[in-house]
């Protein structure tokens, strides 16, 4: 029972899980996993993963909390410009995501709510991906973004399986204690920048590659024994959310920091690709979403 966003689930749907003796639920986005009071939901406060992974000897960037728009105001001199944002919690679907802010001008349009600032980094982002179960990795992918949508701070829109790093996955079970079930850790040029204790956007690269990770919690609940070695992706498959790559090269291109020939060998579709929504056996989904792009540029 996949779960997306609302406001009463935990009225309505954990009494519906009982009621047909469901087998687990699976949150979809980070109110769900606040509303349901999933034992991940410690991990959706920045602050705390950001403490963890220190403590787990991962890397993390400088970071400073302030408890409302008008204390990050108040100290918006004192900010190590380029920074990014982010709401301490994000507890609706529609609340503000991270932003990346070049000067204090920007500052204005920051959430009002409680926020975390870093330092922006500019190196590479990567993800590891999993399973955790009974302080174990039964499900693994590490994969690496070739572009993100939108820019800056946006999710992966392309991206490819990389092989596992073992010593990694010791000190990510240490960050992610005491959560069970499907789990992100983002990565942005080494350091530990988000987790994501649900279900996130580039699920199908993981099921492409050979890691159900749905399929392996779910799988997990009907068997009490230990398992076995952990489900790994296939390094080399590739991911593309399509409507945002498409927009992510044309800004490249228009920013002049991406070539037409570069940019063509980047639309060039791959043979094995796994995709976002768009899919021929299933193309409701991509109906919708092109009719909502129409309506957004019209």
Same mark, same amino acid.
């Given at each position: 029972?996949?779960?997306?966003?609302?406001?009463?689930?935990?009225?309505?749907?954990?009494?519906?899980?009982?009621?047909?003796?469901?087998?687990?639920?699976?949150?979809?986005?980070?109110?769900?996993?606040? +509303?349901?009071?999933?034992?991940?939901?410690?991990?959706?406060?920045?602050? !705390?993963?950001?403490?963890?992974?220190?403590?787990?000897?991962?890397?993390?960037?400088?970071?400073?909390?302030?408890?409302?728009?008008?204390?990050?105001?108040?100290?918006?001199?004192?900010?190590?410009?380029? !920074?990014?944002?982010?709401?301490?919690?994000?507890?609706?679907?529609?609340?503000?995501?991270?932003?990346?802010?070049?000067?204090?001008?920007?500052?204005?349009? *920051?959430?009002?709510?409680?926020?975390?600032?870093?330092?922006?980094?500019?190196?590479?982002?990567?993800?590891?991906?999993?399973?955790?179960?009974?302080?174990?990795?039964?499900?693994?992918? @590490?994969?690496?973004?070739?572009?993100?949508?939108?820019?800056?701070?946006?999710?992966?829109? +392309?991206?490819?399986? !990389?092989?596992?790093?073992?010593?990694?996955?010791?000190?990510?079970?240490?960050?992610?204690?005491?959560?069970?079930?499907?789990?992100?850790?983002?990565?942005?040029?080494?350091?530990?920048?988000?987790?994501?204790?649900?279900?996130?956007?580039?699920?199908?690269?993981?099921?492409? *590659?050979?890691?159900?990770?749905?399929?392996?919690?779910?799988?997990?609940?009907?068997?009490?024994?230990?398992?076995?070695?952990?489900?790994?992706?296939?390094?080399?498959?590739?991911?593309?959310?399509?409507?945002?790559?498409?927009?992510?090269?044309?800004?490249?291109?228009?920013?002049?920091?991406?070539?037409?020939?570069?940019?063509?060998?980047?639309?060039?579709?791959?043979?094995?690709?796994? @995709?976002?929504?768009?899919?021929?056996?299933?193309?409701?989904?991509?109906?919708?979403?092109?009719?909502?792009?129409?309506?957004?540029?019209?």
């Amino acid at each position: 029972m996949p779960l997306g966003g609302g406001s009463l689930w935990g009225e309505t749907v954990i009494p519906a899980m009982e009621a047909i003796d469901a087998l687990t639920v699976i949150p979809a986005s980070d109110a769900a996993v606040l +509303a349901l009071k999933l034992p991940g939901a410690p991990l959706l406060d920045k602050r !705390i993963v950001h403490s963890r992974a220190r403590s787990a000897g991962l890397r993390v960037p400088e970071e400073q909390a302030f408890c409302s728009k008008d204390d990050l105001l108040a100290h918006q001199d004192r900010l190590p410009y380029p !920074i990014v944002v982010k709401p301490v919690i994000r507890r609706s679907f529609d609340a503000p995501t991270s932003m990346r802010v070049d000067h204090k001008g920007q500052l204005q349009v *920051a959430p009002d709510a409680a926020v975390v600032v870093q330092p922006f980094l500019s190196g590479s982002i990567s993800s590891f991906n999993g399973v955790v179960k009974q302080g174990r990795w039964i499900a693994a992918v @590490h994969q690496r973004y070739e572009r993100v949508w939108p820019p800056q701070c946006g999710s992966a829109s +392309a991206a490819v399986t !990389i092989p596992h790093d073992a010593p990694l996955e010791e000190k990510l079970l240490q960050l992610v204690a005491g959560h069970e079930g499907i789990i992100e850790v983002e990565f942005a040029d080494g350091h530990v920048i988000d987790v994501n204790p649900r279900a996130y956007g580039s699920l199908p690269l993981a099921v492409k *590659a050979g890691a159900n990770l749905p399929a392996v919690w779910c799988a997990s609940g009907h068997d009490r024994r230990p398992w076995p070695q952990p489900v790994r992706a296939t390094p080399g498959v590739r991911y593309r959310w399509l409507d945002a790559d498409l927009r992510c090269i044309t800004a490249q291109v228009r920013a002049r920091n991406l070539t037409i020939p570069n940019a063509l060998r980047a639309l060039a579709p791959r043979a094995g690709t796994a @995709h976002s929504i768009e899919e021929w056996r299933d193309p409701a989904p991509m109906l919708v979403r092109a009719t909502q792009l129409r309506r957004f540029l019209a």
